[in-house]
């Protein structure tokens, strides 16, 4: 195991590409929804950079995993919630890391369900590649290949910190 | 009563411990009955959204199988089903004329055929869900919904939601069940789910003539008298009195039994000041409990018909989980051995 990614740097760039993708668009007031449990940690964070006063959202994307019926439900499933009516918003979807892009499918599904938003921009943490879907994230603090048994762990919240892990095989 | 030939844990549960039935309470621990109500926890969430729906059973068949009318049982059924994606099939049989056991094991021929992922069954005779469980063919989920004197699970866990939702915790609550305990397959399963959960007192108040024999034996203590059974309670459950069972002179009349075990604004006042009122309906008004009560501060009696959905929706995708979860445990399993 080791930490071998300093989190500050990858918030920084995150905040960064963020605020730059905000002007573009001329988005003056985003709000912040972390997927659990991960993404959340990075939402808080943002939003204090960002200076973000509404309180972020945070969904359990359990009930829209398209594994159900290999897997079944999620036992420790927790209510999503979103502070907000997401009409006509305009959403920062937050994850901490993104790989095969299904559980963005699966927050976005979620999020639809609460109302149509005016635009959502994806920023991931980390970004490991190896997509099955035509998902892309709009910034990511950093772009990292794993070897096969190579896993990377966000822990947190407090202090947040990025774990390599090597898994036997 | 149908044999139980098997033990309902066996059935009801896979080997890691999932959901795959629910026919009773009995022998789920306290674990797997906090999930249950974590999970419904989520499903109110859900039924506060703009689209209350999410596709968990998306392309799955549930077929709700009535052999003895209910309105709400069922209604809530058709609409959790449906806030999880499934397909409902409502069907409603009156068992009276014909021989049960045939009747029941062609019904269910027929409906397997029709390619059901889910049977939500209510049947008047004790064991019915139990019995089909054994016999459907695998992958199949069975929900028990209501069956003759024996459980009703799905209304004790959205009333143990309920507690939950208003209490916080069942540690060191006074709990009592009034009235109809003898027909009541309700208060079966309450008691077995308030012990389970840590209550610290379960009390039932009735006539002996409404009290099965052995009551004491399901974990609570009997009260006759209902002021002395009021005092510092945190939950009342009223139970509805089910004139339609009842065979010979149970009662000395209606008027009677509201004076002993009626629960009016007097009697309430006995209790613990922040005492809530449960019912799980229809409400005899003037019978088991007076209108000022039922539609008072103190009343959670439509709290109760709301979480009655979301404890749905939590049962259903639970056992739904565990079938395929189990399924494809067990492809996995003949892939290894190369047999598949």
Redesign the interface.
Known sequence: MSALLDIDQLMDKLEAGLRRLLKERNIESPVLVGIRTGGVWVADILGKRLGIEEPFGEL?I???RDD??????N???????LPFDT?GRDIILVDDVIMSGRTIRAAM?EL????RPASIILASLIDLGARELPIQPDVSGQALELAAQQRVKLRGPDPLRIELQETAQ | MIANATSPNHLQLTRDG?LRHFLTLDGLGRELLT?IL??A??F???GE???K????LRGRTVVNLFFESSTRTRSTFELAAKRLSADVLNLDINTSATSKGESLSDTLLNLEAMASDMFVVRHAQSGAPHFIAESVTPGVAIINAGDGRHAHPTQAMLDMLTIRQHKGTFEGLKVAIVGDVLHSRVARSQIRALNELGAEQIRVIAPGTLLPSDVESLGCTVEYDMARGMKDLDVVIMLRLQKERMEGALLPSEREFYRLYGLSQEKLALAHPECIVMHPGPINRGVEIESAVADGPQSVILNQVTNGIAIRMAVM??A??????ER?QKLTELTERGLA
């Open positions: 359990d359990s009930f829209y159900f019926s290999r897997i079944g439900l036992p420790k499933v927790t209510p999503s919630s009409e599904n639809f369900d609460y109302g | 999932q999930d974590d999970t926890d989520s109110i969430e859900v959204r703009r689209i729906k999410v596709p968990l995708s639970m739904m989980g565990g079938q395929v979860a494809q």
